[in-house]
Nanobody, 117 residues
């Protein structure tokens, strides 16, 4: 089993910044893909960004140029630096890890990000 714990969410004004962290523990494969997803009230969960063990990253168009995903493989931790935040970035942000030939996937419990003046 794999456990994922997100942290770093909170309330921030428009134009501000936040840094989210996701710490993974348990039976983690040396090769995996981690990602951030978000879900706003009444909306479907959507991809924000993903990053592979080899640090190949992918972003949703809505966050390109504002968000940066990174990871520390030695610490099994992933980060999301969010700059120039907008009210429409308000959502619960979830961490996900996918690994193995059968693409087992695991989710964290989520952390709330609220962008409001």
């Amino acid at each position: 089993q794999v456990q994922l714990v997100e942290s770093g969410g909170g309330l921030v004004q428009p134009g501000g910044s936040l840094r989210l962290s996701c710490a993974a523990s348990g039976s983690i494969s040396s090769i995996n893909t981690m990602g951030w997803y978000r879900q706003a009230p009444g909306e479907q969960r959507e991809l924000v960004a993903t990053i592979t063990t080899f640090r190949i990253s992918n972003y949703a168009d809505s966050v390109k140029g504002r968000f940066t995903i990174s990871r520390d493989n030695a610490k099994n931790t992933m980060y999301l630096q969010m700059n120039s935040l907008k009210p429409e970035d308000t959502a619960v942000y979830y961490c996900r890890l996918v690994q193995g030939y059968n693409r087992s996937n695991y989710w964290g419990q989520g952390t709330q990000v609220t962008v409001s003046s």
